[in-house]
């Protein structure tokens, strides 16, 4: 049994050493993390925090950006509205004035074509005047030549000589 207790005992220094094998091994490990990996685990911490952080500020600055664009398409409809309302005004104004316009210049149209035809009516009056004028002398001088005989003339002639000598007689 004596074999058995040093076997026992032999085992028990391979544990031992395994054990103190273990910790010196955890140790240098613990060692060599704590040592470098507690910078890497420091600036990754750092830089997820700085990336969380720029982020975030992105973030807002397209939330505000959105809320700008939105408040633009806002306006912009109601600029659109406005321009609009502003163009039929324009447009209804435009129509009154060329539909005045219009009819001011149909007044002077109408205007002139009265004054036109009332200057023709009336060169059309003097010249039926004048050839009235001219037709009632043709007839009375044919009515005249018709009657006159060279007896009745050489009356009228003595008649016409006798009224120019009393005036002249009178005035002496």
């Known amino acids: 049994m004596e074999h058995t207790s040093s076997e026992e005992h032999g085992m028990g220094n391979i544990t031992l050493w395994k054990i103190v094998n273990f910790t010196l091994l955890a140790a240098g490990l613990g060692y060599l993390?704590?040592?470098?990996?507690?910078?890497?685990f420091q600036a990754r911490t750092l830089s997820i925090q700085s990336g969380i952080t720029?982020?975030?500020r992105l973030r807002q600055e397209a939330e505000a950006r959105a809320r700008e664009l939105e408040q633009r398409m806002a306006s912009l409809a109601t600029e659109i509205n406005h321009m609009r309302?502003?163009?039929?005004e324009e447009?209804?104004?435009?129509?009154?004035?060329?539909r005045m316009e219009t009819e001011q210049q149909l007044s002077k149209v109408q205007?002139?074509?009265?004054?036109?035809i009332e200057a023709a009516a009336k060169?059309?009056?003097?010249?039926?005047?004048?050839?009235s004028a001219e037709l009632a002398l043709r007839l009375a001088e044919s009515k005249i030549r018709a009657r006159l005989t060279p007896g009745t003339q050489d009356v009228l002639v003595d008649s016409f000589i006798a009224d120019l000598e009393r005036p002249r007689m009178g005035a002496q």
């Open 33 to 40: 993390t704590r040592k470098f990996g507690l910078p890497f």
């Open 91 to 98: 447009i209804s104004a435009e129509a009154g004035r060329i």
């Open 54 to 56: 720029e982020a975030s």
């Open 111 to 116: 205007a002139h074509a009265e004054q036109e």
């Open 123 to 131: 060169a059309s009056r003097q010249e039926l005047k004048a050839y």
């Open 85 to 88: 309302e502003n163009a039929r």
